[in-house]
């Protein structure tokens, strides 16, 4: 059974910075495509950044160059590592797994989410 758990979300003011992480059980984040993705209330779900299970990592226009995802495979965890963060980027973020080595569309499993709150 596969099990993501994201932690980290916090309330910071812009231009702060904040790590989130996705603690896996039941699969192998180092050998897949996992993504993190972000949901405010009445706004389509934004996949903001993506790592296939080749390493190659992918970003949506608006984090690039602000937002860095990682892996630390010993740990079996996905990270999101947010700098010069705007009121924006306030949602509820989470991280998904699609159980394949390519990124498409969809995913296979995702978790609840944990929530970012930038004021200005």
């Known amino acids: 059974q596969v099990q993501l758990v994201e932690s980290g979300g916090d309330s910071v003011q812009a231009g702060g910075s904040l790590t989130l992480s996705c603690a896996a059980s039941?699969?192998?984040?180092?050998?897949?495509?996992m993504d993190w993705f972000r949901q405010v209330p009445g706004k389509e779900r934004e996949r903001v950044a993506s790592?296939?299970?080749?390493?190659?990592?992918s970003y949506s226009d608006s984090v690039q160059g602000r937002f860095t995802i990682r892996r630390d495979n010993a740990k079996n965890t996905l990270y999101l590592q947010m700098n010069t963060l705007k009121p924006e980027d306030s949602a509820l973020y989470y991280c998904?797994?699609?159980?394949?080595?390519?990124?498409?569309?969809?995913?296979?499993?995702r978790g609840q989410g944990t929530q970012v709150t930038v004021s200005s």
């Open positions: 790592v296939d299970g080749f390493g190659t990592t």
């Open positions: 998904a797994a699609t159980f394949s080595r390519y990124c498409g569309p969809r995913f296979n499993s």
């Open positions: 039941g699969v192998t984040v180092s050998t897949i495509c």
